[in-house]
């Protein structure tokens, strides 16, 4: 089981040395990370690439969005739920103009292994299947509200912190996973073959990005790291992730911009430089394109906690 770490900054994502997200749990000495929260146009949670070893659960309780799992994009509306497999590349998608919320957990499956023959029987079978990176539970389906429902409680205990309850919660919504497993209800499974081999490839160069965001990258730079054509490497980024490498890359560093924006009081052309941006109004031309305001504007946001305005910019989430 890993160790865990300090409480987790919206936006920031630590990486381990092989590029997988060190998930900042939010449970002291208890490797689970579970939050009620928005998800919205511009937010710099959204629509960043990442995978980590913990599986993750998102139940959307008001509003639309999309998740993108291993390059499949899956539409989920109010009541909807999905699981994503340990290892898989993975991101959220805000609805258009609106926000959503949500319940998420994401858990170290060994919370719920203490045995090695519950592993084996119970969590290998299922997060070492590399055809199956996600299940969709529709708000229709036979057990869509049962998990939704379990979702919502697991919330509830992490605001007492009650480490029994949530195992006992995560032992239930795991056999309502281990359920659409059988061969009589594989309803929704999402299905890949042969996706591993660009995943891996994928994988690299993000890792290349993260080393060396800082510094002149170009397209022969990041396709040369993962082994492949500058022509494939346009294609796994596009397909994976719904971006260019070079758009990748520049909202990587954006994503490094706002760690700096809300770290200290270093000048825009500092960040900018820091950050392997030509200059501060390029930094920030490029920063609006992404998060909709200027690194300026971000900042003020923030350090006055204003973030709740912006939601009130979004149309009524309970479609």
């Known amino acids: 089981m890993p160790e865990t770490t300090q409480k987790p900054v919206k936006g920031i994502i630590l990486k381990r040395s092989d590029g997988s997200e060190v998930v900042n749990y939010n449970i002291e000495g208890f490797p689970a990370y579970i939050h009620e929260g928005y998800v919205y146009p511009g937010c710099t949670w959204e629509r960043v690439p990442h995978y980590h070893d913990d ?15 291993d390059g499949i994009n899956i539409n989920l509306k109010r009541g909807d739920t999905i699981f994503v497999n340990a290892d898989r590349i993975h991101y959220s998608i805000s609805g258009q103009n609106r926000s959503t ?8 499956p060994g919370i719920i292994s203490p045995t090695f023959a519950v592993e084996s029987k119970a969590i ?10 996600f299940i969709h539970f529709k708000a229709e389906d036979f057990d869509g509200p049962a998990i939704q429902k379990l979702m919502k409680a697991l919330c509830k205990e992490e605001e007492t912190g009650n480490e029994f309850m949530i195992t006992k919660y995560f032992f239930e919504i795991w056999e309502i996973i281990m359920h659409r497993f059988t061969d009589a ?4 499974v999402g299905h890949i073959e042969d996706s591993d081999s660009h995943n891996s490839k994928l994988k690299a160069m993000m890792f290349y990005i993260d080393q060396h965001y800082n510094e002149p990258i170009t397209l022969k730079d990041i396709s ?5 054509s500058q022509s494939l490497c346009n294609q796994i980024f596009n397909k994976l992730t719904e971006k260019s490498p070079i758009e990748y890359l520049m909202h990587y560093r954006c994503r490094k911009v706002t760690d700096l924006l809300l770290a200290g009081d270093m000048s825009m052309s500092e960040i900018a430089e820091i950050t392997g941006f030509t200059g501060a109004s390029y930094m920030a031309e490029t920063f609006k394109k992404f998060y909709k305001m200027s690194p300026r504007d971000f900042k003020k946001m923030r350090a ?16």
Do not use: W
């Open 304 to 319: 006055q906690n204003k973030e709740t305005d912006v939601l009130k910019n979004f149309s009524p989430c309970d479609s």
């Open 55 to 69: 599986i993750e659960i998102l139940s959307v309780y008001s509003g639309t969005m999309a998740y993108s799992v």
């Open 124 to 133: 290998k079978p299922i997060i070492s299947d590399r055809s199956v990176p």
């Open 185 to 188: 209800y594989r309803l929704h």
């Open 101 to 108: 919320l949500y319940y998420i957990a994401v858990m170290h």
């Open 224 to 228: 040369q790291a993962g082994g492949v």
